[in-house]
């Protein structure tokens, strides 16, 4: 059980609410335990987060970009894919299935699966996803705010 795997390597899952949930705060709270640390938006750092994290489970939020760059293993949770896109955001190009940098899950048995396989692997981005990565960013380096300060002085 996740429970377990958690307990076993002594690790914590971060939840991060997103801004919009507030709303449902206190639902989320009744949920944290000593493995799971329910973090709301205006106490997120999100560099601590990045750095901290092994693996991103999201659904839909184009914060896995972020993580991506830094080529951690995501995983993208999409229980109520035919709702969000028809009552709540209309599909783009984008398809997570063929563009994103994890795999699309729509059950708890198969997030639970995938959740398994990176504590097993060591939490490593599998290499068609680095391959999405390498092929989705330009340059993966230290340098893009030197490269977007001199763009700008370029531009004056």
């Known amino acids: 059980s996740i429970k377990k795997l958690l307990k076993d390597?002594?690790?914590?899952?971060?939840?991060?609410i997103h801004p919009g949930m507030m709303g449902y705060?206190?639902?989320?709270y009744a949920l944290a335990n000593e493995y799971i640390k329910i973090i709301p938006p205006q106490e997120v750092i999100y560099s601590d987060i990045f750095s901290?994290?092994?693996?991103l489970i999201t659904d839909y939020s184009s914060i896995f970009f972020d993580f991506a760059y830094l080529k951690k293993p995501e995983i993208f949770f999409q229980f109520?894919?035919?709702?969000?896109?028809?009552?709540?955001?209309?599909?783009?190009?984008?398809?997570h299935e063929k563009d994103a940098f994890g795999?699309?899950?729509k059950t708890?048995?198969?997030?639970?699966?995938?959740?398994?396989?990176?504590?097993?692997?060591?939490?490593?981005?599998?290499?068609?996803?680095?391959?999405?990565?390498?092929?989705?960013f330009a340059k993966i380096d230290k340098n893009n705010c030197k490269r977007t300060i001199e763009a700008i002085f370029k531009s004056e």
């Not at 705060?25 to 989320?28: L, T, Y």
């Open 80 to 95: 109520d894919k035919e709702e969000f896109y028809s009552e709540h955001y209309h599909q783009s190009d984008f398809e």
């Open 52 to 55: 901290q994290s092994k693996l």
């Open 108 to 136: 708890v048995e198969e997030l639970e699966n995938k959740i398994e396989e990176y504590f097993n692997n060591n939490f490593q981005m599998e290499k068609k996803y680095i391959k999405r990565v390498e092929k989705t």
């Open 103 to 105: 795999d699309v899950v």
């Open 25 to 28: 705060i206190d639902h989320f």
């Open 9 to 16: 390597n002594k690790y914590i899952i971060q939840f991060v």
